[in-house]
Nanobody, 113 residues
């Protein structure tokens, strides 16, 4: 059974950074796209970043160079480095795996002064 476990969320001030991690168990995800989505209260879940097996990333339009997604296939882990965080980045961040299609339980990121 595939499990995705996120960590690294928390409360930060505007302009600060956070690094999210997502560890996958029960599968070797080296041949699958993985990434991050987020969902703010009252809004639809949206793509933050995803990275395919070759390492090519795709980002949501709002990222604008602030976030970096990376993967360590040896550790079955995907990371999201978030810099220059804004209050509008506040959301629950979910780890996502394309194949087999799976979601993590989510980790809260709150950006507030």
């Amino acid at each position: 059974q595939v499990q995705l476990v996120e960590s690294g969320g928390g409360l930060v001030q505007p302009g600060e950074s956070l690094r999210l991690s997502c560890a996958a168990s029960g599968i070797d995800f080296s041949n699958s796209a993985v990434g991050w989505f987020r969902q703010a209260p009252g809004k639809q879940r949206e793509l933050v970043a995803r990275i395919i097996s070759s390492g090519v990333p795709t980002y949501g339009d709002f990222v604008k160079g602030r976030f970096t997604v990376s993967r360590d296939s040896a550790k079955n882990t995907v990371y999201l480095q978030m810099n220059s965080l804004k209050p509008e980045d506040t959301a629950v961040y979910y780890c996502w795996l394309a194949f087999p299609y799976s979601w993590g339980q989510g980790t809260q990121v709150t950006v507030s002064s």
